[in-house]
């Protein structure tokens, strides 16, 4: 065991847990920010994905020491006071269809808005391609992030 802080949405958190516990069982059962899902467990399914240091990543397989001092944004995170722009173009689209892989879904979105305003559909084929939906929303999606684009 030992000690780790970490910043996670803008606030620090202190945490005891084994340096090699994956970051996703830390952000869930230790912080107890449960928005973010357990798909695969090995880095396939991007169920688990957060955004480090404004990066995409999938937490599932991160070991908690590695993200220390870097900055760790959860889909509780991504806005603070109203609803994100993402989430209101998911609403609207009506995207989830059993919803488990969703918030994995818009934390890959989010990251790639941030950084390419106005993505193609190759774009955001190529951003999304490592978030799998078992219900097959894609068109949604695509069309979510277009209309978030807009
Ligand atoms: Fe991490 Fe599937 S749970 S990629």
Redesign the pocket.
């Known amino acids: 065991m030992a000690t780790l802080s970490l910043t996670i949405n803008n606030k620090f958190h202190t945490v005891e847990a084994d340096p090699e516990m994956p970051l ?1 069982w830390v952000i869930r059962d230790i912080v107890g920010l449960t928005g973010t ?12 994905t957060i955004h480090l240091d404004g990066n995409a990543t ?4 991160l070991p908690v020491s590695a993200v220390v001092g870097k900055k760790i944004t959860t889909i509780e995170g991504i806005s603070t006071n109203r609803t994100h722009p993402v989430q209101q173009a998911w609403i609207e689209s009506q995207v989830p269809q059993c919803g488990y892989c969703q918030s994995g879904q818009i934390m890959s979105a989010v990251a790639l808005l941030n950084k390419n305003v106005k993505p193609t559909n190759a774009d955001i084929d190529a951003a999304m391609q490592g978030n799998i939906c078992r219900c097959g929303t894609y068109p949604r999606i695509r069309q979510a992030i277009q209309a978030a684009a807009k």
């Open positions: 996703l899902k357990f798909g695969c467990g090995m880095a396939q399914c991007g169920a688990c999938r937490s599932c397989v």
